[in-house]
């Protein structure tokens, strides 16, 4: 028999959302395209999650909103916590940023844009001398691998710091300007900068190339195949946040995490390439090793000898795929004020899902 050692941690400070109880839900058929079944179903322990389960009722990790689980093609967890449902939209925050790379691949198959290695120069004529040398040097491989050599620094000072590069650029009228404007500190290609700005120009660029806004585009391409019907993408006088914009219901963000591990699949409707599925996951940088960058999402080799891909959000959103295990984990959390000496780190989380498959 198959058994969960550990399932899903992250998050809840305040106590568990009342119609929960903190006892494991069987996930319901709502008829949005996810099949649905139980943990008992997949040889997995409801015993094991309900241990898990209770740390997160007690604040172990936080703030946790919601947990789903997908094993198989099966939803086996849909778990919310501290008054939130299913029904709610959440804030993805930098999860966001995946979605330029699977709307590039998308953009790139409709013939809009020709090829990841066009130059990000092409798209926005008059924007750039030839004296902008290393400017003039960008493609779009290298805005989706956060390897475009912009100054950028976001995460050595605190989100809320003012001197935070981050905090600064929510402050701006124009973010494509202020992006695109940014001062070169390294060749392209030669060095990973985690980075907002980069994926803002990705919007942009599919905005110069297919006439819709990345919002729109994502709608017609990507939300309707996946009957995803409600979302909320921030935008300042158009420009859209695709560094962490986008609002989603837990059930859509698994839905798409699902895409992800079917490599494009959707039910019987490939929506985009399994080549280039399998293109955003190719390890392209290492970070620190054993972790590597991709098209916006990161792998790292686990100690269980499992390779798995993820992309985190600010405050606790994560969405975790492990393709050996046939396993997607979406976690949406508010630990922003959560100080990290007063819950548990997601690591913990990941490693405990590794092991979902461990056969005793």
Not at 119 to 141: A, H, R, V, W
Not at 186 to 213: D, R
Not at 237 to 251: I, P, T
Request: charged share 25%; with cysteine; proline share 4%.
């Amino acid at each position: 028999m198959r058994k969960i050692i550990g399932l899903l941690a992250l998050i809840s400070f305040i106590g568990c959302n009342p119609k929960t109880e903190c006892t494991y839900q069987i996930p319901v058929d709502v008829n949005d395209g996810l099949s649905v079944s139980t943990l008992e179903e997949h040889n997995l322990s409801e015993k094991a999650f309900d241990e898990v389960n209770a740390d997160i009722c007690n604040g172990v990790y936080g703030n946790i909103h919601s947990v789903l689980m997908i094993h198989k093609n099966d939803l086996v967890i849909e778990q919310y916590y501290n008054k939130w449902d299913r029904d709610e939209l959440h804030f993805l925050a930098s999860t966001t940023k995946s979605f330029s790379a699977i709307m590039t691949g998308i953009a790139i198959e409709e013939g809009a844009i020709n090829d990841i290695n066009q130059k990000m120069t092409e798209f926005f004529p008059g924007y750039f001398q030839e004296s902008d040398s290393l400017k003039n040097q960008i493609t779009i491989k290298h805005l989706l691998t956060s390897t475009s050599g912009f100054e950028w620094d976001e995460v050595s000072l605190p989100v809320d710091d003012p001197n935070n590069m981050g905090y600064q650029m929510d402050k701006v009228d124009n973010l494509f300007e202020a992006s695109i404007n940014l001062p070169m500190a390294s060749i392209p290609g030669e060095k990973y900068e985690y980075s907002g700005p980069n994926n803002i120009i990705i919007g942009e660029i599919i905005k110069a190339s297919t006439g819709k806004n990345i919002a729109e585009y994502t709608d017609e391409h990507l939300f309707k195949p996946l009957g995803i019907k409600e979302y909320k993408w921030f935008n300042k006088n158009g420009v859209y946040d695709v560094g962490g914009g986008l609002q989603l219901k837990s059930r859509d963000i698994a839905k798409y995490a699902l895409l992800q591990l079917n490599k494009g699949k959707w039910h019987n409707h490939q929506i985009v390439s399994k080549k280039w599925m399998e293109e955003i996951f190719e390890p392209y940088v290492e970070i620190n090793h054993p972790l590597y960058g991709c098209y916006q999402w990161q792998m790292i080799k686990t100690e269980y000898g499992f390779n798995s891909w993820f992309i985190p959000g600010n405050g606790g959103q994560i969405i975790n795929i492990v393709p050996e295990l046939d396993l997607v984990i979406v976690i949406n959390a508010d630990n922003r004020k959560v100080p990290k000496s007063k819950r548990k780190p997601l690591e913990y989380l990941i490693k405990d899902l590794t092991k979902v498959n461990q056969v005793i």
